[in-house]
């Protein structure tokens, strides 16, 4: 852009979804107990690759085995649709180590159901990304100042002649 005469003045990433899912795995419930020390809660074990387990507590009454669900492991961080962002952390529920979090579509972005965990299909694979699973659009996107004497790019058709004619 710079050899066409045009100065970027920043760029932005986009995502179809706030944050893109980065982070996020398919992964599958391979167990499910009561917790042992609070009625509501359960403890599960999900599958999130063939060589991990993962250890997570999670209150969501709907939580099954066998289910194909979305995996915030630990340092990954969740953009729900309200409120802040949050980093999930290794942390102690109830004195028992949860290594991430089963999340519902509310908790990613995804849509503003809190009934519950977000239960995928079968067809779903353990260990795929959730952007992948998902679909989620990446792109940049490019702030460019003009100055007066380039109306031509104004516009992304007039940027890309200009661009078409440098590659010439």
Not at 49 to 78: F, H, M, R, Y
Not at 101 to 120: F, P, Q, R, T, Y
Request: charged share 30%; proline share 2%; hydrophobic share 35%.
């Amino acid at each position: 852009l710079t050899d066409i005469g045009l100065e970027v003045e920043r760029t932005e990433e986009y995502y179809s979804v706030k944050g893109g899912l980065e982070g996020l795995l398919i992964g599958e419930v391979v167990s499910k107990e009561k917790h042992p020390k609070a009625d509501r809660l359960n403890l599960t074990r999900v599958k999130i690759s063939n060589a991990i387990t993962l250890q997570i507590v999670c209150g969501a009454n709907n939580v099954e085995k066998g289910q194909k669900v979305v995996v915030a492991p630990i340092d990954s961080t969740l953009h729900p649709l309200d409120g802040d962002s949050f980093k999930i952390k290794k942390s102690k529920i109830r004195g028992v180590e949860s290594m991430g979090m089963i999340c519902a579509k509310n908790e990613i972005g995804l849509g503003k159901s809190h009934d519950g965990i977000l239960v995928l299909n079968n067809d779903a694979k353990i260990g795929q990304k959730a952007s992948e699973y998902f679909n989620i659009e990446y792109d940049t996107i490019f702030d460019i100042g003009l100055t007066p004497n380039r109306a031509d790019a104004m516009g992304h058709y007039g940027v890309a002649r200009d661009l078409d004619r440098k590659s010439v």
